[in-house]
């Protein structure tokens, strides 16, 4: 088992010295269960006290003018990065620039802890996947270490089981300590989040720009790849999952069977169930669900499985991921706290966001504004009923 820990509390982050305190005031502060308004002090980096007296305080005073101070936010699936690795269908952009980006629109929404999620085998949109992935993961790692990031990056390996290269790239890519999750996706059409197959052929060569005659072929050689290549290889990499001692998810799960054959593997989270059904077999098993914060914002899924909303009512949603928007997440959880169909306050709905995906994760250092807990912190103003983030702090230090 690689030796990952818990947190890279010893970078450096921009704008401040590592381990910042500070008394922060006049704020609505988004405890677990409750909301304070008595101040609260972080020292070297944690949190000190909350709620108390803070008219004699030595420490430096934050006055947050009334606005929120929430937990930084724990996003454990990001697509994001690939937004600016690519930036056009034919370009390919320089990795270090490129992550930059991308780490300057994570912090903005009030993501301080981010789980990038990279795809670990082919795809028929991006065959590339297989060249770029470690020269990626490469250029994470020198960014994180030469302090170009604000929030901390930590890699989600999404691993496509119809890909035969898939387990050599697993096994290459969790060398890496900065490999904390993986999942297992099957993106074949005809099950899981493409079940109609003629909607996902109409998709793909629109995608990919190419003839109904190419795209068939192709079509063709992925189902049969995946028939016969998937199971094998899922089997791989779950075996090395195991042996590197990381939470592993199962991606769209559909059906029964779908969970458990999950529950079976040892899997703990189903990621992005795609019907009621599944949501709840997931549940009666012990697994966690993660749900898409887009597809509560957007009143739907894009590809037509199950909504959010749904699920929420259902009370079958444990945490929310940003999965192509990476501000999601925040606006996902004002958004429930303020919507009177959703039974769910803004403690328990700030938690979908923060407490709920670090404790998935293993991080039990942050995602709470907790005595003890690592002083990740979010000023969020609300204008009009939109957060806005005025600040952020990553251990105490103010990175944006």
């Known amino acids: 088992m690689l030796d990952r820990p818990a947190s890279l509390d010893g970078v450096h982050t921009p704008h401040a010295a590592p381990g910042g305190s500070a008394i922060f005031t006049n704020a609505t502060f988004v405890l677990p269960t409750a909301l304070e308004s008595a101040p609260l002090a972080v020292e070297d980096g944690v949190i000190s006290a909350v709620g108390f007296d803070a008219s004699s305080a030595a420490a430096?005073?934050?006055?947050?003018?009334?606005?929120y101070l929430i937990p930084g936010v724990v996003d454990l699936h990001t697509d994001h990065v690939e937004t600016h690795v690519h930036p056009r269908s034919t370009v390919q952009w320089k990795f270090l620039p490129a992550l930059m980006a991308h780490d300057a629109v994570v912090i903005s929404g009030g993501t301080t802890t981010v789980f990038d999620s990279l795809c670990v085998g082919a795809t028929m949109k991006?065959?590339?996947?297989?060249?770029?992935?470690?020269?990626?993961?490469?250029?994470l790692d020198a960014g994180q270490k030469a302090g170009?990031?604000?929030?901390e990056h930590l890699l989600h390996l999404r691993c496509e089981i119809s890909d035969p290269d898939t387990p050599k790239l697993t096994e290459d890519a969790l060398k890496h300590p900065l490999a904390r999750i993986i999942s297992v996706m099957d993106h074949t059409p005809g099950d899981r989040q493409s079940p109609d197959i003629e909607r996902w052929f109409n998709h793909m060569i629109h995608?990919?720009?190419?003839?109904?005659?190419e795209g068939r072929e192709r079509m063709d050689e992925l189902l049969e790849r995946s028939a016969r290549l998937g199971a094998k290889v899922r089997a791989t990499v779950i075996e090395l999952a195991k042996q590197a001692g990381v939470p592993i998810m199962s991606h769209d799960d559909r059906s029964v069977a779908h969970v458990d054959q999950a529950s079976d593997e040892g899997v703990s989270i189903s990621e992005f169930p795609t019907t009621v059904v599944a949501a709840k077999r997931a549940r009666s098993l012990g697994l966690k669900n993660i749900a898409g914060a887009p597809n509560f914002l957007r009143g739907g899924s894009q590809s037509g499985n199950v909504a959010v909303r749904t699920l929420l009512e259902e009370g079958l949603v444990d945490a929310l991921a940003s999965d192509y928007v990476p501000r999601s997440p925040l606006d996902?959880?004002?958004?429930?706290?303020?919507?009177e169909g959703v039974d769910m306050d803004l403690p328990a709905a700030i938690g979908l966001v923060t407490d709920a995906p670090a404790q998935m994760a293993g991080l039990t250092d942050r995602g709470r504004l907790e005595v003890g807990r690592r002083a990740d912190l979010v000023r969020v103003a609300l204008v009009d009923g939109q957060p806005i983030v005025r600040a952020v702090w990553r251990a105490g230090n103010q990175v944006f």
Do not use: H, K
């Not at 430096?60 to 606005?67: K, L, R, S, V, W």
């Not at 170009?148 to 929030?151: K, P, Q, S």
């Not at 996902?332 to 919507?339: N, Q, V």
């Open 332 to 339: 996902c959880a004002f958004a429930i706290a303020s919507d």
């Open 126 to 139: 991006r065959p590339e996947r297989r060249e770029i992935l470690l020269p990626l993961i490469d250029a």
């Open 148 to 151: 170009a990031f604000r929030a």
């Open 60 to 67: 430096a005073t934050i006055d947050c003018e009334g606005d």
């Open 207 to 213: 995608e990919t720009e190419i003839s109904q005659a």
